[in-house]
């Protein structure tokens, strides 16, 4: 416990954060994701970005969609800025399956697992330092009209 809170102060000091972006239930094998997701682990979001649109596979369009969801968290919810970011850790799990059953000869029958997976997407970056700029330029439009605060 105690390295925890060790790290988390430091990622602090450095103004290093990290947002998560999951999407789960989605219905494509983790094998067939997993073999779009080596591709782009450890990258630069903006760089991942453009290899996932590339891809003709539709793993590729799901992992794209969380990636999006993340860059749009870090920049809304976090102030990060989105050239900075990069993926620091890509998860494809294991989700629930559906099971199916296809009728043979005989009276026998064959199952059919439908399965699904659960996509988690990491990114890293540092805080934009424009937070400073936005609060000057509002202390300047209440001194044009005449406002005083």
């Known amino acids: 416990m105690a390295m925890v809170g060790w790290l988390s102060e430091l990622l602090l000091k450095l ?23 080596d591709e782009i682990r450890g990258l630069r979001a903006l760089e991942a970005e453009i290899i996932l649109k590339s891809l003709n596979k539709k793993g590729a369009r799901l992992l794209l969609k969380t990636l999006r969801q993340g860059i749009a968290n870090a920049e809304n919810n976090f102030n990060l800025n989105k050239e900075g970011l990069k993926i620091k850790k890509l998860e494809i799990g294991e989700g629930s399956r ?30 934009k330092k424009e937070v400073k700029k936005e609060v000057k330029k ?3 439009k209440k001194e044009k009209h005449g406002t005083k605060s």
């Not at 103004?15 to 999951?22: F, S």
């Not at 099971?99 to 990491?122: D, P």
Request: aromatic share 6%; net charge positive.
């Open 138 to 140: 509002k202390k300047e």
């Open 98 to 127: 559906m099971k199916r059953y296809r009728f043979v000869a005989k009276g026998r029958v064959h199952q059919i697992l439908k399965r699904m997976a659960h996509i988690k997407i990491v990114l890293e970056g540092e805080e």
């Open 15 to 37: 103004k290093i954060m990290e947002v998560i972006a999951q999407t789960k239930f989605v219905r494509q094998t983790p094998r067939k994701l997993r073999l779009v997701a």
